[in-house]
């Protein structure tokens, strides 16, 4: 298969696996939009690192910069680069649904020189539970990453729902079959002096609960 706009690797099969992974790291060194599978929903990446990637992935999705973009990395390491502190409950959280369907929002390292939109100095983080994503990750390190689809629209289960939404917008998209929950992230804020939900999605709230020692109610207010 020619490589270039809209390109489509099936991942199932390991030569396109391998060649979508190579053309995938290509695309995001140079600026490009990628689609990749992960454990909840098709993700829409960029090099978290490139300022004009970010705006392009806003820009395609039809989103401001008052929603920033989240970061998916390939390993736990990776969050000591990426944050100011890491709490003993952001830890816990960490080794217990890392990877997973959790995202964190955390206070970021103040010396990151990324854009990913009005963040007031915190990112979001995930580390997802799915061998293609990983393999990019850990590949060109951590990605810019929302679900890929116009802001207001569904979530992609399917590269072939992504691919409907986002078209020509990008470069590389990895097909890895049906995603595993069809669901979103749970995202908990561990930025401040006490957890917070802020949505819930493929970790209940008291499976957090259980982990941080509070009650699913207090995570909820």
Not at 32 to 50: E, I, K, N
Not at 69 to 88: A, K, M
Not at 94 to 102: C, E, Q, S, T, V
Request: a negative charge; hydrophobic letters at 45%; one cysteine or more.
């Amino acid at each position: 298969m020619d490589e270039g706009v809209n390109t489509v690797f099936d991942c199932a099969d390991p030569a396109s696996r391998a060649a979508g992974i190579d053309a995938a790291a290509s695309a995001l060194r140079s600026g490009r939009l990628v689609v990749m599978p992960t454990d909840t929903v098709y993700g829409l990446g960029c090099d978290a690192f490139d300022g004009d990637a970010v705006s392009s992935l806003l820009r395609a999705k039809g989103r401001g910069r008052d929603m920033p973009v989240p970061v998916l990395v390939g390993s736990w390491s990776t969050i000591d680069g990426l944050v100011y502190s890491v709490s003993d409950q952001a830890r816990s959280l960490i080794r217990a649904f890392w990877p997973g369907g959790l995202s964190l929002v955390v206070r970021q390292a103040p010396s990151l020189g990324w854009d990913l939109g009005d963040a007031h100095g915190t990112v979001m983080l995930r580390m997802p539970l799915h061998p293609v994503a990983v393999e990019l990750l850990r590949t060109v390190g951590p990605m810019a990453v929302s679900s890929a689809n116009i802001s207001g629209r569904p979530p992609s289960t399917t590269m072939a729902d992504a691919k409907a939404q986002l078209g020509s917008a990008v470069e590389v998209f990895l097909d890895g079959g049906h995603c595993e929950h069809g669901v979103p992230s749970t995202i908990v804020d561990v930025s401040g002096a006490a957890p917070r939900i802020l949505r819930e999605g493929a970790v209940t709230a008291e499976s957090v609960a259980d982990v941080v020692g509070v009650s699913a109610e207090d995570l909820r207010s």
